[in-house]
Nanobody, 114 residues
Framework: QVHLVESGGGLVQPGGSLRLSCTAP????????IAWYRQSPGNQREWVAL???????NVAAALRGRFTISRDEAKNTVNLQMNNLGPEDTAAYYC????????WGQGTQVTVSS
């Protein structure tokens, strides 16, 4: 079954940056609005950002100014650039279509700690 593949997570110090990538098959990348989500222990999964096929973006209000979403047409990836990370950003990060219609992947873990 089709699903998206997340990568790029890791351990980063507070104030640092990470760039996550979501790789999608062309059948999805070319037609769907793709979104990033995150889930920290004990909390529900929350929406982070989305980007449409036209490049139109939206980022959760609390994350604007630190998180940026973009598309790489050559690689069929949706990237999430995260800057000035803090411990509150520690979570498993997932991507899916904006309507969450695909099976969830394994996600990529982001840990912000000194």
């Amino acid at each position: 079954q089709v699903h998206l593949v997340e990568s790029g997570g890791g351990l980063v110090q507070p104030g640092g940056s990470l760039r996550l990538s979501c790789t999608a098959p062309e059948s999805i990348f070319g037609r769907a609005t793709i979104a990033w989500y995150r889930q920290s222990p004990g909390n529900q999964r929350e929406w982070v950002a989305l980007i449409g096929t036209s490049g139109l973006t939206n980022v959760a209000a609390a994350l604007r100014g630190r998180f940026t979403i973009s598309r790489d047409e050559a690689k069929n990836t949706v990237n999430l650039q995260m800057n000035n990370l803090g411990p509150e950003d520690t979570a498993a990060y997932y991507c899916n279509t904006a309507d969450e219609s695909l099976p969830w992947g394994q996600g990529t873990q982001v840990t912000v700690s000194s």
